[in-house]
């Protein structure tokens, strides 16, 4: 935006005549409940025009957003209020239509005062409403530029009381079970709890017996429903536990009858268990379900669902100005690599004619039908590289998924590189992965989707495909790598590029987001073994209603994240930057945490920004995590140290969930992603310690490892990992398997001592622990480019244990223009490279 001089814009604003009242602001002696307190946008334009500087009763600073449409500014009260005035001090980019909202918990939303028309200048609206979150919901600017206020001043009191409330949520579901027996193998005491009313815990036959269930945490507990099997509790006690040691009584009940009945309780604890001290048969004690109600403290629950917020444009076929809404969004992003804008279109089913959706930095374009087929675009998605000279190496952060394509000229083009999923869509023609011109490109990621054309990466130096159907594949650089893919060419990687695997032997697709009809709902794709071709339209999984999901909005806290997850509810991150000042914690098996146009996450002050506890069936899909500048320890870590559960069954998975150290700013973190759970499916992921951007430097963004599995069973399908200080990748599980890995070491190194250990030259990429027995893996590369020492000689990309258990396929090393060699490609085995030709170096087999 164009700064204007501040004594004209204060004439101005003077001149104009205030809406929807011509009353002036409050009197000045009345300090606003809003001066001061965090506040928090959908933008800024830059740092001089920061959130804060629209709360800090400065008439003379400002805050003033991207110039785009869809825009909003939010103050935290502190604490909830009975607001009765709102005054808005517009500058001269002001809001012509706009809403102003109050929310108790930053995600649900109810409008206070809709305003159409206002010709800017001091807007004073009286109101009446009760909350802890104020904002302006921008719809449409009066100005080219974006919306900007001098001072958005909230009046009334604080001290409103709520009534106690008890949550509908059951924090019971999932969660960890025990009991004091359990009739056969078939009826275990999770199955109380898994929200099944088909599935029973059952006990011995004989008094006393008990069923007890760990919510994670210490809840204020409100009501517990029971619902009985023909064997039920006569005589029994609802007790809760801070330990699960000393029980508190919170119900006695004497002459029960079975069936269906719901207990009113009082009190706190983490642990909750039915004590049953007379049967009312022969048989034991058996319930389909037990549920747990959290809350009555005055404090209500958190309410899931609710609107998706300003940065998800949702359209249709008959949107006004269509191509508009894509083109502003993209002029915008095209470039913006490191910039904090984040944007997911969702497009309802129907058929979209002549659209080109360009898609930038940080945005997401996905349809809202059950199948990709029921959005239909006669058009293009595209991706190309115009703003980079037509280098497409550093097309990042950026996705496609759910969508049907024909392609206006027969072949769309999607010329991205890493962390840029192409999900669950079908092209109806060919797909180009090179930029126009076939400039340098470096991708990149396919799953889940049918081309009916020829695939054509062109200059496209690795790229792996997964469950996917192609009517041809036409070449490659270096390593083209496919795994269940109908129509892929046969492994060829003696003399080209070629990796084949029939299937793949465990698979799950993203969660994603649909309508079913008016109602939002998030689809869970089931898991597949030896999966070949897409998953649809047969659609096996489970849809969760979007009441189910806590819709984390940015301003939201960590606490109030944390509280929503303990509540039962999982997570829906939506479009933007979510600082946090403690560890986001998932306990509760089955929680999907999906993401919506990179939703990024930044630790704040040192702490990790997520634990996974070591359950089952955990969803993490489409994020990003972006390190802090205080050295977090480990920025997702998933399980805990230790951890032995078979999870087989029901695996957890983290699905294009990337991390960034640096690039934005100065990043640290001593591990990106620890995995400690057993059967975790790393479907693709980059892990990037910055090479270019702000604060980068060998200390200034120091992370020393990108993935360290210690789980066994582990499977990585697509793992991209990049310049950590030290190892990669370093595999400690048993049993652990790799489908395509693609890495580049860390051009940094200033010299070969600082990357010697145990009297080797330079960590490898990917490194396989001494103790593993067994170990395989497919379609392998590591590349170096040490710009600060070209000098240097790494000993090898790969070090593994030579046993017959490790087996390692189809592996390359390669010298980026003469930036450094390896001498080996695996351990000691495999030729040198040499000279400035970038030619790889191979082995198709090891040992």
């Known amino acids: 935006m164009r700064l204007r001089s501040l004594g004209v814009a204060l004439a101005a604003a003077a001149a104009l005549i205030a809406l929807p009242t011509t009353h002036p602001p409050a009197a000045a002696a009345e300090t606003p409940l809003s001066q001061g307190k965090s506040a928090t946008a959908s933008s800024e334009e830059n740092a001089g025009t920061a959130a804060a500087k629209g709360v800090d009763g400065d008439t003379g600073t400002r805050w003033s957003s ?27 980019a002001y809001g012509k239509d706009y809403k102003v909202q109050i929310s108790k918990d930053g995600s649900a939303w ?5 305003v159409t028309g206002s010709d800017g200048g001091a807007d004073t609206l009286d109101v009446s409403g009760q909350g802890r979150y104020v904002r302006m919901l921008g719809v449409h600017r009066a100005t080219q530029w974006g919306y900007s206020l001098w001072e958005f001043q909230v009046f009334g009191a604080t001290g409103g009381s709520t009534q106690p409330t008890c949550g509908t949520a059951n924090a019971a579901q999932g969660r960890p079970a025990t009991a004091s027996s359990t009739e056969n193998a078939g009826t275990p005491a999770s199955a109380a709890f898994d929200g099944n009313t088909g599935t029973r815990w059952s006990s011995q036959a004989s008094d006393p017996q008990w069923l007890q269930v760990d919510l994670g945490a210490a809840k204020d507990l409100c009501k517990v429903d029971l619902t009985w099997e023909a064997a039920y509790g006569k005589d029994f006690q609802i007790q809760a536990s801070a330990d699960g040691q000393s029980w508190n009584t919170l119900k006695s009940v004497d002459g029960a009858t079975g069936g269906t009945a719901s207990y009113d309780v009082s009190g706190s604890g983490r642990y909750v268990r039915i004590l049953g001290t007379a049967r009312g048969t022969g048989y034991g004690y058996s319930l389909w379900e037990v549920a747990v109600h959290t809350g009555g403290t ?29 083109d502003d969004v993209f002029k915008q992003q095209e470039s913006s690599q490191f910039g904090t804008g984040r944007y997911q279109f969702l497009l309802k089913p129907g058929t979209y004619n002549g659209v080109n959706a360009q898609i930038g930095f940080y945005t997401s374009i996905s349809g809202l039908g059950l199948n990709p087929d029921d959005t239909q675009i006669n058009g293009d998605v595209t991706v190309d590289a115009g703003w980079f000279n037509g280098n497409a190496t550093q097309n990042f952060w950026r996705s496609a998924e759910n969508l ?14 890493q962390a840029a999923p192409f999900r669950r869509i079908h092209v109806q023609g060919g797909l180009n992965l ?10 990149g990621y396919i799953a889940d989707s049918k081309i009916d054309g020829t695939v054509g990466p062109y200059s496209q130096q690795q790229w792996y495909t997964r469950d996917s159907s192609v009517g041809g594949w036409t070449n490659g650089v270096w390593n083209m790598t496919f795994s269940g893919v109908q129509g892929a060419p046969a492994t060829n990687f003696d003399s080209g590029p070629y990796t084949t695997l029939d299937t793949t032997p465990v698979s799950r697709e993203k969660p994603f987001l649909y309508l079913d009809g008016s109602t939002y709902k998030v689809f869970v794709p089931a898991k597949r073994t030896t999966a070949r071709g897409v998953s649809w339209p047969a659609n096996a999984g489970t849809s969760l209603p979007l009441d189910q999901f806590y819709v984390v909005k940015p301003g939201a806290t960590a606490t109030t994240i944390n509280a929503a997850l303990a509540q039962g509810l999982n997570l829906l991150f939506t479009p933007g930057v979510y600082h946090l000042d403690r560890t986001i914690d998932v306990t509760r098996a089955n929680t999907v945490v999906l993401g919506l146009g990179l939703a990024t996450l930044i630790p704040d002050n040192g702490v990790d920004a997520m634990h996974v506890a070591d359950v089952d069936g955990v969803k993490l899909a489409g994020f990003l995590i972006d390190a802090g500048p ?11 140290p230790g951890s032995g559960a078979d999870h087989s069954a029901n695996p957890t998975s983290m699905q294009d969930v990337f991390v960034r150290i640096g690039g934005a700013g100065p990043g640290l973190a001593t591990n990106s992603v620890v995995v400690d759970s057993n059967n975790v499916i790393i479907d693709h992921t980059w892990l990037w310690r910055a090479d270019h951007g702000t604060g980068v430097g060998w200390d200034t963004n120091r992370a020393d490892y990108g993935l360290r599995v210690n789980g066994n069973d582990v499977l990585a399908t697509g793992l991209f990992v990049e310049h950590f200080n030290k190892y990669d990748v370093y595999w400690s599980g048993e049993r652990g398997r790799t489908i395509f890995f693609q890495n580049e070491k860390a051009y940094d190194a200033p010299n070969a001592a600082a990357i010697t250990h145990d009297g080797i030259v330079g960590y490898a990429a990917y490194k396989v622990a001494d103790t593993v027995g067994t170990h395989e893996a497919w379609g392998l590369g590591s590349y170096c480019n040490y710009t600060s020492d070209p000098s240097i000689v790494q000993a090898h990309g790969f070090q593994v244990p030579t046993t017959t258990g490790i087996k390692m396929h189809d592996l390359l090393v390669i010298s980026l223009g003469g930036k450094g060699q390896y001498a080996h490609v695996v351990n000691s085995t495999g030729a040198a490279t040499s000279g400035t030709d970038t030619v790889p170096s191979k082995i198709t087999s090891f040992p």
């Open 298 to 326: 005055g404090t209500p629950p958190i309410e899931g669902g609710g609107d998706l917020g300003p940065n998800v444009i949702v359209v249709d076929p008959s949107t006004p100005n269509l191509q508009q809404k894509f």
């Open 404 to 417: 049907a394509i024909r392609p206006s000229h027969g072949d769309d083009r999607w010329a991205v590189a």
């Open 434 to 443: 090179a930029p126009n011109g076939y400039g340098w490109a470096s991708g």
């Open 630 to 640: 205080v050295n977090s320890d480990t920025l997702l870590r998933i399980g805990a």
């Open 66 to 92: 991207a110039a785009t449409d869809d825009q909003w500014f939010q103050v935290d009260l502190g604490a909830t209020a009975s607001v009765t005035q709102v005054v808005l001090n517009w500058e001269t």
């Open 110 to 114: 109810t409008d206070l005062k809709s």
